[in-house]
């Protein structure tokens, strides 16, 4: 029998909760997809989100960080934004993470499928775990290995998906399931690079000058890809709005905010593998907002990936 911690319980419950404001960026996203393209989507939350963050890292710079870091090193005192680690590490998370996750996504999912851009979002906590390793000297357990395969079976029993029709090699996909594939790695090196900055920045700040450096970023893919004027802003409907401040408040800011605080005490290997839970938190979210229907197997499949989740949280600190 297993038996959860205060600290187990209250880690289960944030990551549920994580997920599950993550689960809500499907609906945000189809609300805003028919006013904007994809990297002035990006553009947009990553501002919106900046914003809703100032306030916060306002008032962490000005606590004094040192006090609470009692068990770091020296070379984890360096809180300058401009020395040479810290610089380097915000632009791996921007440059490398935010923008091109985002990019290769949306690009990604329209030369595909989305049978095969599910499928192939199953290998993010994986990479996560290999990068976590390679980089960071975590070590995978068998108790993680065990959780991250259990997970993985929910979702495919959630998923239900149709094995026959899968087209990962096809000639006509593969560029798109490639980037889909490029898209997942960012998102893991994000994850992975973040933990590093987490010893020196609070998890306020690690967002926020991320998602300030990918707005800089943005701007010339803008100009390139989807040029942008402010009298097209009057075309925006008020769903396009709601869905935007939904992305930017909630999905990228509040959301982020406590995944970042979990990693600052769970392994990203660990943490990493309750992102399975999204695509059942996903379908409860449609299934209440959007009137979708909720089957025996996606009840089942959901079970299995939570148990997953108890799994590694539980036995595995």
């Known amino acids: 029998m297993i038996r959860l911690s205060r600290r ?10 994580v997920n599950a404001m993550w689960g809500a960026q499907f609906t945000a996203y189809k609300l805003v997809s028919s006013d904007m393209g994809p990297v002035t989507v990006g553009a947009w939350i990553f501002l919106i989100a900046g914003i809703v963050l100032v306030p916060f890292v306002v008032r962490e710079r000005r606590r004094d960080p040192r006090v609470q870091r009692t068990g770091a090193s ?17 632009v791996a998370i921007s440059v490398f993470g935010l923008v091109p996750a985002s990019a290769f996504m949306a690009w990604g999912v329209a030369r595909s499928t989305a049978s095969n851009s599910a499928l192939i979002n199953l290998t993010i906590p994986i990479i996560t775990a290999l990068l976590a390793v390679a980089m960071l000297g975590e070590r995978m357990t068998a108790a993680r290995w065990a959780s991250l395969l259990v997970s993985l079976a929910g979702v495919l029993i959630l ?27 960012c998102s893991s090196l994000y994850n992975v690079c973040s933990k590093e900055l987490l010893r020196r920045f609070s998890p306020v700040e690690v967002l926020a000058f991320g998602y300030f450096l990918a707005v800089l970023v943005t701007i010339p893919l803008l100009c390139w890809l989807e040029p942008f004027s402010l009298p097209s802003l009057r075309h925006y409907s008020s769903a396009t709005w709601i ?30 593998v309750s992102v399975y839970l999204l695509p059942f938190l996903g379908v409860l979210i449609s299934a209440i907002f959007l009137g979708e229907k909720i089957t025996g197997m ?3 499949g959901g079970s299995v ?9 539980s036995l595995d600190r």
């Open 243 to 272: 869905g935007l401040v939904l992305l930017g408040v909630f999905v990228w800011g509040l959301a982020m905010v406590l995944w970042m605080s979990l990693l600052k005490r769970l392994d990203v290997s660990q943490a990493s």
């Open 74 to 90: 020296d070379s984890d005192h360096d809180l300058s934004l401009l020395s040479k680690r810290n610089l380097a590490g915000f």
């Open 298 to 300: 996606m009840v089942l």
């Open 305 to 313: 990936t939570l148990v997953g989740t108890i799994f590694v949280v």
């Open 159 to 185: 998923s239900d998906f149709d094995w026959r029709h899968m087209a990962l090699t096809s000639n006509r996909f593969l560029l798109g399931n490639l980037l889909v594939l490029l898209s997942c790695a």
């Open 8 to 17: 187990s319980l209250v880690d289960l419950g944030l990551l549920i909760l």
